[in-house]
């Protein structure tokens, strides 16, 4: 066999090495990788088939058929015995009634509840500052009286159920956050301004060129119809706003500032009327 091999002219050389020429022929292919390999199993009992639940799956037929009972589903119910009965047996009465301890342990824990905390109050104020009289948390009442100047103003600010008269001619006064609170003036040389305020009563015995009215609810005024009739009312977000002209015997007649309005677009704008009231 060798001396074929020799005679062949192929190298005795086994295996043949990689590109190793063979007389008369290409050189030899490389050889293939061996592929890598497959892993091991797992081993028995490694992998937990999932449990089936127990539980049957459930049954509306089941149901509708206990519905549909009609009176006999009351069957199952157990019957009240007359020793069950409050009214038949004495002796379950007993463990109804409400202890006299107990009562006032209730009533104990009602008083010490903690109350609501009172409204903090202000000392009342009246003064001077400058040239502004400062009017504060009066209260009750009815002899306030401040003699002004032109150059001075008033300040009138929380002041429940009192009456404030200013006498001579001031520049200007402010009721702010009053309630049922009367104001009496003589002349103003500026305006008047009432904010804030409910239930007040306004008086004046000469002129005042404005009076504004701003988130009011509860304003008359009362102007003469000798020289308080030249005088502008400006209302702002207020009701129930009345204006008196007294005549000379004392008597008045009274007219309602209006509070509803309609506003439509014609020719090409917004245009706000008062709202007529039918009925």
Not at 114 to 134: I, Q, R, S, V, Y
Not at 138 to 165: G, H, M, P, W
Not at 169 to 198: E, F, H, P, W, Y
Request: hydrophobic share 35%; charged share 20%.
């Amino acid at each position: 066999i060798s001396t074929q091999i020799k005679s062949s002219g192929i190298n005795a050389e086994w295996p043949l090495r990689p590109g190793a020429k063979v007389s008369g022929g290409a050189p030899a292919a490389p050889a293939a990788p061996a592929a890598p390999a497959a892993p091991p199993p797992p081993p028995p009992g490694s992998v937990v088939a999932p449990a089936a639940s127990s539980a049957p799956a459930p049954n509306p037929n089941a149901l509708f058929a206990q519905l549909n009972q009609g009176a006999a589903v009351t069957k199952g119910l157990r019957k009240v015995t007359d020793d069950m009965k409050t009214h038949k047996n004495p002796s379950l009465r007993e463990s109804s009634v409400v202890k006299a301890d107990d009562l006032q342990k209730n009533k104990n824990a009602a008083k010490s509840t903690k109350a609501p905390a009172a409204a903090k109050t202000f000392p009342p104020k009246m003064k001077l500052d400058g040239k502004k009289w400062e009017v504060e948390h009066q209260a009750n009442r009815q002899d306030l009286a401040i003699n002004a100047e032109a150059t001075q103003s008033c300040y009138v600010f929380k002041c429940n159920n009192s009456v404030l008269t200013i006498n001579n001619k001031a520049n200007s006064v402010t009721l702010d956050g009053c309630k049922r609170m009367s104001l009496v003036v003589d002349s103003l040389i500026a305006s008047m301004d009432i904010v804030n305020c409910q239930s007040v009563k306004i008086q004046v015995n000469d002129k005042v060129p404005t009076i504004n009215i701003d988130k009011t609810d509860g304003c008359q005024v009362f102007v003469h119809k000798k020289s308080g009739l030249d005088c502008e009312f400006v209302t702002a977000k207020s009701s129930e706003v009345n204006i008196c002209v007294v005549e000379e015997n004392g008597e008045y007649s009274e007219s309602f500032v209006a509070e509803q309005f309609k506003t439509t677009w014609k020719d090409g704008k917004f245009v706000t009327e008062l709202a007529e009231i039918v009925g």
